[in-house]
């Protein structure tokens, strides 16, 4: 089912009147945490800081000692062994190497050992080295300056409470901040300075090439010119999480920890959101510090995270997600749910039915289609056989002809109507004369994607006796509605709640209910697809007739903005989303296999309108499908931002957006959209394609999410050739 879009790919014409980029699959930085949590030792140990070295060391530090980081957790580094028999207080890093302060000295294990200054300091809080091993160490009696292993230099300052130090070694100088003041001490001539004050001062760190200095405070951020300290820009409240707790300047990148996540500046002013057991063991940042490579380390209340930035292309994600989707969520050649029994521990995955396996594999199967069309790779094609088989065996399995089950499972192991006391004729899941259950209360949902797929293994596989065998699905499948007077009709012969496709269900809508809209493009692209395939004239008259009898090209030609809001009707309280996605599997079908040019034309209208709609939220798949549809102009760059933007982890954590004070929030609307702009996929939940705009919720680790939810875009981006190959 190739797009009618003309696509000027290396100056060759595809066919069609309108033109289309393509995107050049480069490497790009892609981000993924690695966590590691403190544990529950007795006592649990208070992190304080978190540093690197030259060596790719990672070193936390904690009140009870130091620790590394260790399969998934932190535990004791007892590499020095004498460095676990002294108090250690702080950990800095000078020349890439580690630097600690004890209550007794300042010393380092590189450099052969031989940095050790004995400080006599009573209390010492903080230190920070400056030039040629000199340093200053902070106290709540005030501040000390070392020269050549030799305190050269002391201050008292009244009710001093340092939070932190820094060296600017283009200026000679330190900076101390405190909560309410900032201090310079200006090293040739040693001279200190209290250069501003302010309250509930946190965090520091110099930014724009040392010319502004940021900080931090519990209620935002501060813009300080670096020579003047005078404020440059009002307090910044609009940030994801306003109590500021670590800043750190990371590749002239501002990082920033609060009690609500960590986030980093862009380059737009806006900021990446990095929060949630998605991100970080927790939400509580006690420190930022760059970590080996490009990886920025996070430091939490409960342990430490290592956000990564590898360079990978589009094509190298879908290949890690092909890897995860057969390894954790194959079920009978299904695409399976992942539950985990411990919440995020993938090594406690257990296999399970949902409501929608076949839909939901009919979207994994067209993926592993599309790839197998743009790369020719006999391991596309071996796993979409295995697909269909599975989605195949969901009519044989019911024993009524062309009515599919939703799924199946051996009998015991379904996930409900497990209860003995329930009556046999009274159980959702038949038990067949095998071993094995079905489940029988098929909605639209599936016979939807069953059409969407099959036309498309129709007409992608090589091998003929496979293509007949999709068109025999399309056939029975088409015959059972028509039969049974445009409903799906289940084994007692009652007619299932959704399975609803005759003109007294259908026109009871009023017209700007989606269903009345929906449920005639669907029932009319079945009938072309059901004609197209086998020829038989039945299949467009029964088409005709709902058209011109009953409306449905009326229906059907009716343009998505009139759908809104029914006081009292089911199904419109709420943008339906679910709908969308049914809509746009079903929208190539409808244009491609049209009785007609006249038809074609009228139906792109329709298709646009509904595209137009759906276009604030950046969906891949709506855009990809609109382009397979012939639909011209597909927002490239918003589909590709989608695919870059999608998380590796696919656990559901929970995740919470409402307290950002850096989004635009908009009134309540039937669409059900919160902000001004839709938030990347990786700072929301994880949520399939009918899951729009969901900014707060999750399931607390409890699963992990199928990767056709990437995997179908990409390689349907692939087919149209929206995306290119991938490039060195």
């Known amino acids: 089912m190739r797009p009618f879009i003309l696509c000027m790919v290396s100056g060759?014409?595809?066919?069609?009147?309108?033109?289309?980029?393509?995107?050049?699959?480069?490497?790009?930085l892609q981000d993924y945490a690695e966590k590691y949590a403190s544990g529950d030792e007795d006592p649990v140990p208070v992190l304080k800081q978190v540093c690197s070295d030259r060596n790719h060391n990672i070193q936390v530090l904690s009140r009870q000692g130091l620790l590394q980081s260790w399969n998934s957790a932190l535990v004791p580094d007892q590499r020095y062994r004498p460095?676990?028999?002294?108090?250690?207080?702080?950990?800095?890093?000078?020349?890439?190497?580690?630097?600690?302060?004890?209550?007794?000295?300042?010393?380092?294990?590189?450099?052969?050992?031989?940095?050790?200054?004995?400080?006599?300091?009573?209390?010492?809080?903080?230190?920070?080295?400056?030039?040629?091993?000199?340093?200053?160490?902070?106290?709540?009696?005030?501040?000390?300056?070392?020269?050549?292993?030799?305190?050269?230099?002391?201050?008292?300052?009244d009710a001093f409470n340092p939070v932190e130090l820094l060296?600017?070694?283009?200026a000679q100088s330190f900076i101390i901040l405190s909560r309410h003041a900032i201090h310079t001490l200006h090293v040739?001539?040693?001279?200190?300075?209290?250069?501003?004050?302010?309250?509930?001062?946190?965090?520091?760190a110099p930014a724009d090439g040392n010319r502004h200095l940021v900080v931090g405070t519990e209620a935002g951020i501060l813009t300080l010119d670096r020579t003047s300290f005078a404020g440059i820009a009002p307090l910044n409240t609009k940030l994801p999480g306003k109590h500021i707790t670590a800043i750190e300047n990371i590749g002239g990148r501002l990082w920033f920890g609060s009690s609500r996540g960590a986030f980093a500046l862009r380059e737009d002013g806006k900021?990446?959101?990095?929060?949630?057991?998605?991100?970080?063991?927790?939400?509580?940042?006690?420190?930022?510090?760059?970590?080996?490579?490009?990886?920025?380390?996070?430091?939490?209340?409960?342990?430490?995270?290592?956000?990564?930035?590898?360079?990978?292309?589009?094509?190298?994600?879908?290949?890690?997600?092909?890897?995860?989707?057969?390894?954790?969520?194959?079920?009978?050649?299904?695409?399976?749910?992942?539950?985990?029994?411990?919440?995020?521990?993938?090594?406690?995955?257990?296999?399970?039915?949902?409501?929608?396996?076949?839909?939901?594999?009919?979207?994994?199967?067209?993926?592993?289609?599309?790839?197998?069309?743009?790369?020719?790779?006999?391991?596309?094609?071996?796993?979409?056989?295995?697909?269909?088989?599975?989605?195949?065996?969901?009519?044989?399995?019911?024993?009524?002809?062309?009515?599919?089950?939703?799924?199946?499972?051996?009998?015991?192991?379904?996930?409900?109507?497990?209860?003995?006391?329930?009556?046999?004729d009274q159980k959702i899941w038949r038990l067949n004369e095998d071993r094995w259950r079905w489940k029988s209360t098929t909605s639209s949902d599936e016979s939807c994607g069953h059409f969407f797929v099959y036309a498309l293994f129709?007409?992608?596989?090589?091998?003929?006796?496979?293509?007949?065998?999709?068109?025999?699905?399309?056939?029975?499948?088409?015959?059972?509605?028509?039969?049974?007077?445009?409903?799906?009709?289940?084994?007692?012969?009652?007619?299932?709640?959704?399975?609803?496709?005759?003109?007294?269900?259908?026109n009871s809508f009023p017209v700007n209910v989606g269903d009345r809209r929906l449920n005639?493009?669907?029932?009319?692209?079945?009938?072309?697809?059901?004609?197209?395939?086998?020829?038989?004239?039945?299949?467009?008259?029964?088409?005709?007739?709902?058209?011109?009898?009953?409306?449905?090209?009326?229906?059907?030609?009716?343009?998505?903005?009139?759908?809104?809001?029914?006081?009292?009707?089911?199904?419109s309280d709420a943008w339906n989303h679910s709908d969308d996605e049914m809509y746009f599997l079903t929208v190539p079908a409808l244009i491609k296999y049209a009785f007609t040019d006249k038809l074609r034309n009228q139906y792109m209208e329709s298709v646009r309108s509904h595209w137009e709609v759906e276009r604030s939220e950046k969906n891949p798949l709506w855009n990809f499908m609109y382009a397979l549809a012939g639909g011209p102009d597909y927002d490239l760059d918003a589909?590709?931002?989608?695919?870059?933007?999608?998380?590796?982890?696919?656990?559901?954590?929970?995740?919470?957006?409402?307290?950002?004070?850096?989004?635009?929030?908009?009134?309540?609307?039937?669409?059900?959209?919160?902000?001004?702009?839709?938030?990347?996929?990786?700072?929301?939940?994880?949520?399939?394609?009918?899951?729009?705009?969901?900014?707060?919720?999750?399931?607390n680790g409890s699963r992990e999410y199928p990767p056709y939810i990437y995997l179908l875009p990409y390689w349907l981006g692939r087919y149209v050739e929206a995306i290119g190959p991938p490039q060195n």
């Not at 060759?12 to 790009?28: N, T, V």
């Not at 060296?167 to 283009?170: H, I, L, S, T």
């Not at 669907?522 to 005709?544: R, W």
């Not at 957006?657 to 001004?676: I, K, M, W």
Request: aromatic residues 14%; proline residues 4%.
């Open 12 to 28: 060759i014409a595809l066919g069609g009147s309108a033109l289309c980029q393509q995107y050049e699959d480069i490497p790009y």
């Open 83 to 157: 460095l676990s028999d002294m108090h250690i207080l702080a950990l800095e890093k000078y020349r890439d190497q580690f630097v600690y302060m004890t209550d007794k000295a300042i010393l380092s294990n590189a450099w052969a050992g031989k940095f050790y200054v004995e400080h006599r300091v009573t209390g010492p809080l903080h230190f920070v080295m400056g030039d040629d091993f000199s340093f200053l160490i902070a106290s709540r009696e005030g501040l000390f300056y070392f020269e050549n292993g030799q305190m050269v230099w002391k201050h008292s300052l």
């Open 167 to 170: 060296f600017d070694r283009q």
């Open 188 to 204: 040739p001539d040693r001279k200190l300075t209290k250069v501003y004050a302010g309250k509930a001062l946190t965090a520091m």
């Open 271 to 424: 900021f990446d959101y990095y929060a949630s057991r998605r991100w970080l063991v927790d939400d509580r940042v006690i420190d930022i510090s760059a970590g080996p490579g490009r990886s920025v380390l996070v430091l939490t209340g409960k342990g430490l995270s290592r956000i990564n930035f590898t360079m990978m292309t589009l094509e190298e994600k879908a290949n890690r997600f092909q890897e995860i989707q057969r390894l954790r969520h194959i079920r009978y050649g299904f695409s399976s749910e992942t539950n985990l029994l411990v919440p995020g521990d993938l090594s406690t995955a257990v296999l399970t039915d949902t409501d929608n396996d076949g839909l939901w594999t009919s979207m994994y199967l067209a993926g592993e289609l599309f790839r197998y069309a743009s790369t020719g790779s006999e391991d596309a094609l071996q796993n979409a056989y295995e697909a269909f088989e599975a989605m195949e065996r969901l009519t044989a399995i019911s024993g009524i002809r062309g009515f599919p089950a939703r799924t199946y499972e051996v009998d015991g192991y379904q996930s409900s109507d497990t209860d003995p006391a329930i009556p046999e």
């Open 458 to 506: 129709a007409e992608m596989v090589p091998d003929r006796e496979w293509r007949e065998r999709a068109i025999h699905q399309i056939q029975i499948e088409m015959d059972h509605i028509i039969e049974h007077d445009w409903y799906l009709v289940t084994w007692n012969g009652e007619i299932t709640r959704w399975g609803r496709w005759n003109p007294d269900y259908v």
């Open 520 to 571: 005639s493009t669907l029932i009319l692209a079945f009938l072309q697809t059901a004609y197209h395939f086998t020829g038989k004239e039945i299949y467009k008259e029964k088409a005709y007739e709902l058209m011109n009898r009953f409306g449905y090209l009326e229906n059907v030609l009716r343009p998505a903005s009139k759908i809104g809001y029914v006081e009292g009707q089911i199904l």
């Open 639 to 699: 589909s590709v931002w989608w695919l870059k933007e999608f998380p590796l982890d696919l656990v559901s954590w929970n995740i919470e957006n409402r307290h950002r004070r850096d989004l635009t929030p908009v009134a309540p609307n039937f669409r059900g959209q919160e902000y001004s702009e839709i938030l990347p996929m990786d700072e929301r939940p994880m949520h399939l394609h009918n899951g729009a705009y969901r900014n707060n919720g999750g399931s």
